[in-house]
């Protein structure tokens, strides 16, 4: 039976990649960390030592606390959290537990660095229709909730990024883009080791529409129709970025739980 304001590996990884997911903290120890820097998708590190500090920062948030093994240094931080008015729970055999159900774990050193406010940056062109956007989803619902998007002048992306300290993406010549006949989606997935069947049945949509490959799936003509949709539908990028994030949610959770399912129009007719 499970211990009281805890959660099960297998629950906390049906949440994991959607909008309802719960801010995840790892709060392992340095030495824990450091023998594996890496972390369960869309985790952020913090330190156990000073939670009274940080704690507030989640008031009235959903929050999972991970250490190693689920043991104390996650009960008590949880513990915290909810004395700073969070809704907060621990991972059930915590770190170890994860990795030992083969479930994804993002590399450390594959994240950028982050600005003062814990947030990574981003950069990329203006005008962004599928690669562009589907990016920026798998950031936010994997690596990093928090991530900050730019969207400028194609021109000026490699400058910005330099200035501004941010990661240039889906751009010629740098690391997180295009290789051979993938998408940087495709980069991304595997950089960050989550190469899961949904995330790799979802890589085929976004391949096949932004790529103009559209027999690769099914459902990638669906995809381009509704992104060119969302681009003519919002002049900031920004908002249709935000619009379509529940686009790509719905692929996702498709990807995921419903690729069996079909749907029928009833055929009930009435008697003459």
């Known amino acids: 039976m499970s211990a009281p304001n805890t959660i099960s590996t297998d629950k906390l990884n049906r949440l994991v990649g959607t909008a309802a997911a719960p801010v995840l903290i790892d709060v392992r120890t340095v030495e824990d960390y450091d023998a594996e820097p890496k972390l369960i998708p869309a985790s952020l590190r913090r330190s156990h030592k000073d939670v009274a500090g940080w704690a507030p920062q989640f008031t009235g948030k959903e929050v999972v606390a991970v250490c190693h093994h689920g043991a104390k240094l996650s009960h008590g931080v949880a513990a915290w959290l909810r004395h700073a008015g969070a809704e907060a729970q621990s991972l059930e055999d915590g770190f ?14 594959k994240i950028p660095s982050r600005d003062a406010s814990g947030r990574t ?8 229709k599928i690669d562009r956007i589907a990016c920026p989803w798998l950031i936010r619902r994997f ?8 969207f400028v002048a194609p021109s000026e992306v490699a400058a910005v990024a330099d200035r501004f300290q941010a990661t240039a993406f889906d751009i010629e010549n740098t690391f997180w883009s295009h290789r051979g006949d993938t998408c940087t989606f495709d980069t991304m997935i595997a950089e960050w080791g989550l190469a899961t069947e949904p ?6 949509i976004v391949r096949g529409a932004d790529t103009a490959r559209l027999d690769l799936a099914p459902e990638a003509p669906g ?8 681009s003519r539908m919002f002049a ?5 970025l935000e619009a379509a994030m529940a686009l790509y949610d719905a692929f996702y959770r498709w990807c995921r739980d419903a690729t069996e399912e079909t749907h029928n129009w009833p055929t009930n007719k009435i008697k003459q």
């Open 96 to 109: 170890e537990g994860w990795k030992a159900a083969g479930l994804p774990l993002v590399p450390a050193d």
């Open 143 to 150: 690596v990093d909730p928090a991530a900050v998007f730019l």
């Open 236 to 240: 900031d990028d920004l908002q249709q």
């Open 121 to 128: 940056l981003w950069v990329t062109r203006a005008r962004p």
């Open 199 to 204: 995330l790799i049945r979802l890589a085929a």
């Open 223 to 230: 995809l381009l129709a509704a992104s060119l949709g969302l």
